[in-house]
Nanobody, 115 residues
Framework: QVQLVESGGGLVQPGGSLRLSCVDS???????MAWYRQAPGKQREWVAS???????NYADSVKGRFTISRDNAKNTVYLQMNSLLPADTAVYYC??????????WGQGTQVTVSP
């Protein structure tokens, strides 16, 4: 069964850090892994992505604070989030895109940044 499973969300104070993980199983020919997030009442937005060649890109709102990486041996992609802000509060989703432009999504993990 093809699936993406996220973990690592939680409650953190402003300025704190969290690391999200996403494990994929059964997905062939992934070309890009990415993280998206959706805050209450807002549309889902792209946060960061990484290609099979380890090329990374970030939304301006997280550049310099978040780092995306992948461990191919573990089929896992990470999102290291530092200097968190209340505006980073959202459900974070893992995405995998294949060479056939098929998108797979995880179930999401809640990140809450609050004093």
């Amino acid at each position: 069964q093809v699936q993406l499973v996220e973990s690592g969300g939680g409650l953190v104070q402003p300025g704190g850090s969290l690391r999200l993980s996403c494990v994929d199983s059964g997905i062939f020919n992934i070309i890009t892994m990415a993280w998206y997030r959706q805050a209450p009442g807002k549309q889902r937005e792209w946060v960061a992505s990484i290609t099979t060649g380890a090329s990374t890109n970030y939304a301006d709102s997280v550049k310099g604070r978040f780092t995306i990486s992948r461990d191919n041996a573990k089929n896992t992609v990470y999102l290291q989030m530092n200097s968190l802000l209340p505006a980073d509060t959202a459900v974070y989703y893992c995405n995998a895109r294949t060479a056939w432009h098929t998108d797979y999504w995880g179930q999401g993990t809640q990140v809450t940044v609050s004093p």
